[in-house]
């Protein structure tokens, strides 16, 4: 019998099959890694070729735009959004616009072309976090920046059309729909039982331990119990925060670690599948909230969205989490 | 400058690109034509590879489950729920659970294998609707059963896995929460108009002209002014009507013409691109409601969704509707 299961914070149905459960060989995989050989717009010696860096990390101090790098932060070269003009909101009869005022942004996480997450160090993993957070401080000095986020799409299923390994990061003038329903969401369980719900969700989960798969100082990892996507998984900070930029040295630290691990685990059992990840995040211009709590979604991109979740936001997942937790604990790392 | 524009019904923002604005030849399109040589189990002469069917259109009068058919809806090989069992409802700490309780049906739209939806005569995408009406009359009988779509995905990048045209009713315990915000989105234009807001949206469209590329008698078809995708087409009926199954016969009738027609367009414009369809309409147990209208949304599956929109439900949409209404409207039909 198949079962339906709630996502307690924004509500949304998922049908988790249960009788003819897909495993990790079942899916028809993409197996994403670099090919290279092609010219790369990202590489050391083309930095001419971006427009030029907003941020970098140069260990041993070479000038900006040149090579000696180990992190760059460009703007996007086809940006959807770009900070110039103002946003004139407007009325059309019934219909609402305004410009599209916003950045849009690309973290070049590695020189190195044929890296991939998983394969990066600790460190690198962890500075990937700092040029987010310092690009997070940096962006949201402009007011009209109300939600910036950080995310990632590896592999051509994911969205990626570079496949040098890089994340990117938007800042837009609104809230956007799917973030303001968790927003809605936490904010209702507050109201009504003035705890922090993804607090509530990380001791359940420690607690029960069927769908975590690592533990580690700082986060929690773990296929969500209304896991949309086969092999779905978030990383939560024990520590509740509702601002990912507000964190602290120790918690990037142990973030690099925690991250690159998961990456690892999900690359031996999907055998290095796309994916897309994103850092959830409470919006820029507001104060600490306590019902809010930022982490990180990861989601293996293994099947093909059917026709009805697009217009229904109702999904099925083939692998109950329980069973994706299971691969990716017992997944053992060299 | 991008335009940032809101959909009126549900609130959710498209980021509309209007400086390099994609047109038909710039999309990678996959041509979704039927192959045929392989075993289809949709196929005439081979019903007992379904299971038996519920509904079928036999115009020579043949026995049920044999060959003479012109329409057959027969339940899914693999039904993401089923009839059934009880909901039997159950928390789970902070989460909710219920068994999957509902039916999903695959509606064989024509006998001929070669036939996609545009291929298909007036009478036969008639029949298509008359099927669908027929078996949500029948399944919402079960009282249990909150919400039925219909909806058809064509060609591989659509989740389809069987190429011979097909549609499929899907009947939920839930209200799926997308369903649920359209509902509520036009509950509030309602308390605060006092108006339909599709009725509205149909008679903004109508008087500008510029997003609407086909007028018939009962229908209105046009690219919505908050387009989430390319080509992104709804038709929408001209008849205030909340539920679909209440729809009467000049309105069935003058349908079949009216999708036949919009999909020879987006054949002609697009190269018979995969594409999803879905009937949108309100709660099968509730009575007719002044504020939703049911109306049918038709997805091309021309670009990949990047990474960041399935974590915010913020869409980059690279053709403005404008666009996109007026390469539709162009397109002469032989």
């Not at 198949?2 to 060989?25: F, H, N, S």
């Not at 703007?75 to 019934?94: S, T």
């Not at 083939?318 to 997944?331: K, N, S, V």
Request: hydrophobic fraction near 40%.
């Amino acid at each position: 019998m198949p079962e339906l299961r709630k996502d307690p914070v924004t509500g949304r149905w998922v049908i988790v099959t249960t009788d003819r459960a897909m495993r990790p060989a079942d899916f028809i995989r993409e197996h994403v890694v670099p090919a290279g050989g092609r010219f790369c717009p990202l590489c050391p010696g083309h930095e001419e070729k971006t427009a030029p860096e907003v941020l970098a990390y140069r260990p041993g101090g070479s000038l900006p735009n040149s090579t000696g790098w180990s992190l760059r932060v460009v703007p996007a070269k086809f940006p959807v959004l770009r900070v110039e003009g103002d946003l004139n909101r407007l009325g059309d009869g019934i219909y609402d616009k305004m410009n599209g005022v916003g950045a849009h942004e690309v973290v070049i996480e590695t020189p190195d072309h044929m890296l991939t997450l998983g394969d990066l160090s600790e460190k690198q993993v962890e500075d990937v976090f700092w040029a987010s957070r310092d690009r997070i401080v940096d962006l949201r000095r402009d007011i009209r920046l109300r939600s910036i986020f950080v995310f990632k799409g590896h592999g051509e299923a994911a969205g990626a059309t570079l496949e040098h390994s890089h994340s990117q990061i938007i800042a837009l003038p609104v809230v956007p729909k799917s973030a303001m329903e968790e927003l809605e969401g936490a904010k209702r369980y507050l109201d009504y039982r003035e705890r922090c719900i993804y607090c509530d969700i990380v001791r359940q989960e420690t607690e029960g331990g069927l769908r975590v798969f690592l533990e580690t100082e700082h986060y929690v990892a773990f296929c969500p119990y209304a896991s949309r996507f086969a092999f779905e998984t978030w990383i939560v900070p024990r520590r509740h925060r509702s601002h990912f930029e507000t964190v602290e040295i120790p918690e990037v630290k142990n973030l690099g670690w925690t991250l690159r691990t998961v990456m690892r685990k999900i690359d031996k059992v999907l055998e290095r599948p796309a994916y897309n990840l994103m850092v959830h995040s409470a919006p820029v211009q507001e104060g600490a909230m306590a019902h809010y709590h930022w982490h990180i979604e990861i989601v293996p991109k293994l099947t093909r969205v059917a026709g009805f979740e697009w217009g229904t936001g109702f999904y099925v997942n083939p692998t109950p989490p329980e069973e994706a937790a299971r691969f990716l604990r017992e997944a053992g790392l060299v």
